[in-house]
């Protein structure tokens, strides 16, 4: 008996989705809910799962195809034996179908001739990340008695040197991920009349609290308390106080949104992802960091979901953390704002008639002008401001 593989159905916001990788090759035994494939659309990497054990005897679409959610991409027959039942089964294919990685990581495993089964994973049920491939690779650099010496069998030829030698170029097809945030991008260009606007936060009493209650954050909730959990909290607030930055147009109408899902941007091998923290007026610092770290963990190792991706009302992205001073964020459609945050640094600033060095940061607000006033856009970033300069004010909500 033969099993169709189809093409899991996509949500409404996305159209289409193309073939980033198959894990195994036709004619493989694979078992039921082994990974087959991975599916890359405009924002995640979801992997297909085999709905019945037996042999993939047909593949139907292949890498780089472009697939609609209930597409036919395979078949898988049942019937077929499973290699332990099939001495002429070599243990390398099996191992072969076993091996859960990213598309970036198996890449990386083709070009360097590395079968994926030598490799022990760290990541969630055992999946190869790219740490682990660096450590192989490290391992098997060391230099050993028998490979120490230069061999002899290879003469250097130089008869051919290029004056242009190390100037190469490569072309390589743009992700539909880095497709998408490109089009997305340019689409709030021209469609929104962004502004941005700008100010500094004294970050003094965010870090006192952090030193002070830090070991006990850590030993009660397991995580570190950072500076992203003030942030959203203070942007949680700020947005209760102006209504109209957690709006956004539709169709000439303006939609207020009365709940706060905050989009917070996390940089993986593929591009910028901007998981959705849903609910945040009701989420604790210690929530908003343990979200965080497993939103930031799982982009980085290709298994977001699309539902954590859809949606939000409004987003935090935080060049700081690559160094950034300053910068102008673009607006996230359909969204209407954006808060940028930035390096902190020690600064002198003038404080009761004294210079003193205090923690600062550059805030930056972009905004859609056709919506949001300057007057509502600056009070907010100053608001933010305030919240963060007094973050007890954060928890009595005033």
């Known amino acids: 008996m033969t099993i169709e593989i189809r093409v899991p159905q996509l949500p409404e916001s996305v159209s289409d989705a193309s073939i980033a990788a198959w894990v195994v090759k036709q004619g ?30 047909e593949i139907k679409a292949e890498e780089g195809d472009t697939v609609l959610g209930g597409d036919v991409i395979g078949i898988i027959d049942e019937t077929a034996s499973s290699p332990a039942d099939d001495s002429t089964t070599t243990k390398d294919s099996s191992a072969s179908v076993s091996v859960s990685a990213s598309p970036s990581v198996r890449k990386t495993l083709a070009e360097n001739e590395i079968s994926g089964a030598n490799i022990q994973g760290s990541g969630k049920h055992g999946r190869i990340l790219k740490e682990d491939v660096k450590e192989h690779l490290q391992s098997q650099a060391a230099p ?53 606007t700008f100010n500094e936060v004294d970050l003094s009493e965010v870090a006192r609290l952090r030193r002070k209650y830090q070991e ?22 700020a947005l209760k106080r102006y209504p109209e930055v957690n709006a956004r147009i539709d169709d000439g109408d303006i939609i207020y949104q009365g709940y706060y899902d905050i989009g917070v941007a996390v940089s993986s091998d593929r591009g910028l992802v901007v998981p959705i923290l849903r609910n945040t007026d009701s989420m604790g610092n210690a929530d ?23 949606g939000g009302t409004f987003s935090i992205t ?18 209407s704002a954006i808060l940028g945050m ?14 003193v060095i205090r923690p600062m940061m550059y805030l930056a607000l972009s905004y859609d002008h056709r919506l949001i006033d300057g007057k509502s856009a600056v009070s907010f970033l100053v608001k933010v401001k305030e919240l963060l300069e007094d973050p007890a004010s954060l928890f009595l909500e005033l």
């Open 216 to 237: 006990r954050f850590q030993k009660s909730h397991g995580i570190k308390l950072g500076f992203m959990s003030f942030f959203v909290k203070a942007a949680t607030e």
């Open 318 to 335: 935080n060049g700081g953390i690559f160094g950034s001073m300053l910068s102008t964020p673009i607006i996230n459609p359909p969204q």
């Open 28 to 57: 493989d035994y694979v078992n039921i809910e082994d990974n087959l494939l991975d599916l890359e659309t405009d924002k995640v990497t979801l992997e297909v799962a085999a709905p019945a054990s037996g042999v993939l005897v």
């Open 288 to 310: 908003i960091e343990k979200a965080i770290a497993d939103y930031a963990g799982r982009a980085r190792s290709g298994h977001l979901e699309l539902d954590e991706l859809i």
């Open 144 to 196: 050993t008695p028998s490979n120490t010496a230069s061999p002899a069998s290879k003469p250097v030829d130089d008869t051919n040197t290029s004056d242009l030698e190390g100037r190469n170029e490569r072309r390589v097809p743009m992700t539909r991920l880095r497709a998408r945030i490109a089009e997305r991008l340019v689409e709030a260009q021209h469609t929104a009349a962004i502004l941005t």
């Open 342 to 355: 930035h390096n902190i640094q020690e600064r002198p600033v003038a404080i009761d008639g004294e210079v």
